[in-house]
Structures are given as structure tokens and as C-alpha cells.
């Protein structure tokens, strides 16, 4: 079943178009994954969606219906969360605190409870410093608490931007461990990344923007050894 349509998406910053007809689906149940070189429209795509950036035309049909729109925080409470690119969690806050932040539409305080033991669970490094001030965290585990906070909304759609960023091999491969977790307990996953191999590895489908343009469609591992993808993106 389809969760996401981006149906002939047109964004603009001013009078510069950053994306150009788009058209995306995502499946429930699917890791999907858009590649591309830096400025190729990746960041402005989870951004519309998001509704950080109105498209000027085109819809996005979520759970069948438009919500192109709604303003950010209605889109965030319908069920999607986007993890931004740079992590931007509350630096002055403790994990718990960013944590709480994450569930600020939820009143249930057991869920809430719940909710951050499933966080734990998934990045016990973030129960290890549950009293610690996230701006003196490493990077890595900023990161997981940048998820860990998005996770707290109980998303039926979990966006991530350029997740891999900045951080140690090592790291990355435990985050892409953990986004291969979230989605094998039914997390649907729409990935934004400029390690395209670590991405199409771990994709059902990809999708290939370049100038605001949707260039290439495929499964992920399809892409993946495909030679013009290898030449652009995996060399």
C-alpha cells in the first residue's frame, strides 16, 4: 500500500526552482532512498514534505490525502517525522529533555514512558546519558538522539537527512544497523544520503535526483550495479 505520493512537485527558494516535477511514491514497510550530489534537491525534497518548503504546485498525498497544505507541526502530528540534516537537537537540553520534546502532541505519560524505553532500547547509549546535555555529546550520538527524539512521535514515516554525516565508519554502520532495525518492525524509512553505497545497500528502492530532477528510478540493489550509478556515486 502506498503511505507517500509526491505527484508533480515543483518547490522554488525565491525565483531559483529547486525541484522540477517530482514524483516519488513510498511504500509502506519500504526503506526508500534519494541520491544524488550535493545541491541535486535531496534536502528540499524531505523539506516539502515536511512542510518547511510550500511547492508551488503539484500534491502530496499522504495516506490518501493532500496535505501539501497543512503547516509543518500539522504534517509532523499526522505522522511524519523528518530528522534534519545536521541533527539540530536542543544542545542546552538533557537527552531526557530532548527526548520529552520529541513527544510534545503526546499526553498519555505512559506511552511517553514507553516510547523512551523503545529508544533505549534501540541506542542504549542514550540511557547511559540520559542526564547529560546533548550539546556535549559526540557526533554519533547526537545522532542517535536526533532519531531518538523523532521516534518519540511514534511516526508512521521516519525521514532522515544525511544521518551518516560527520561520523566515524564505525558509527555509521551501527546508525544504518539501527535504520535496518527500525524498519524490519514495520518503520517505513525515506533516506536522504550522500554515502550511496551504505544506502543502496540497505533500500528496498532508490530514486536518483540530479538539478531538481528525478533522473533514475530502481530497486536498490539494481541501482546499485548499474554502471552510470557506480561512475557518478559509488567510485
Known sequence: MTLLQLKEINSFYGGIQALKNINIDVNEGEIVTLIG?????KSTTLKTISGQVKPKTGELIYKGENIVKLQSHEIALKGIAHVPEGRRIFSKLTVKENLEMGAFSVKDKKLIAARMEMAFDYFPRLKERINQKGGTMSGGEQQMLAIGRALMMGPSLLMLDEPSMGLAP???????????Q???QG????LVEQNAYQALQIAHRGYVI???EIQMVGEGKTLMNNEEIKKAYLA
Do not use: R
Open 210 to 212: 540530479q538539478t531538481g
Open 187 to 190: 518503520m517505513t524509512i525515506l
Open 37 to 41: 550530489s550535493n545541491g541535486a534537491g
Open 182 to 184: 527500525l524498519n524490519k
Open 170 to 180: 564505525i558509527i555509521v554502520e551501527q546508525i544504518f544497523e539501527i535504520i535496518e
